[in-house]
Nanobody, 122 residues
Framework: QVQLVQSGGGLVQAGDSLRLSCAAS????????MGWIRHGPGKEREIVAG???????HYADSVKGRFIIARDNAKNTEYLLMNSLKSEDTGVYYC????????????????WGQGTQVTVSS
C-alpha cells in the first residue's frame, strides 16, 4: 500500500503560479511511476503530468511549457509547479502512483491522494 497526502492548491488569478505537493508513505516511493491527474468541471479525468521511475517526464499538451513535475525520492515527495495558470486549469488535482509502468491511463493508477481544488479566476 502507498498512502499519498497532498498539500497546496487554492484560489488564484489567471497568470499566477501555484505549487502542489504530494507526500508518500508506505512502500518504496522510488518503485512507482507518479502522476498528477486533473478532473475539471464537466470534463473527463486527464493526466496532466507524469514522472516515471527513470526520471522521464511527460506532459499533456494543454500544460506543456507551463507546468513542471518533479520528485524527490529521498523525501518521498512529488511536486507540481503550475505557472501561467489559466481558467481552464481549474479542477481537482490528484497525485497518483502506479506500478504498471509508464502509463498515461488514469485507470492504471492504483493509489491516489485525497485531491485538492485549484480554481483559477480570469
Amino acid at each position: 500500500q502507498v498512502q499519498l497526502v497532498q498539500s497546496g492548491g487554492g484560489l488564484v488569478q489567471a497568470g499566477d503560479s501555484l505549487r502542489l505537493s504530494c507526500a508518500a508513505s508506505g512502500r518504496t516511493f522510488s518503485n512507482y511511476d507518479m502522476g498528477w491527474i486533473r478532473h475539471g468541471p464537466g470534463k473527463e479525468r486527464e493526466i496532466v503530468a507524469g514522472i516515471f521511475r527513470s526520471g522521464e517526464k511527460h506532459y499533456a499538451d494543454s500544460v506543456k511549457g507551463r507546468f513542471i513535475i518533479a520528485r524527490d525520492n529521498a523525501k518521498n515527495t512529488e511536486y507540481l509547479l503550475m505557472n501561467s495558470l489559466k481558467s481552464e486549469d481549474t479542477g481537482v488535482y490528484y497525485c497518483a502512483a502506479t506500478s504498471y509502468g509508464s502509463s498515461w491511463n488514469p485507470d492504471d493508477y492504483e493509489y491516489w491522494g485525497q485531491g485538492t481544488q485549484v480554481t483559477v479566476s480570469s
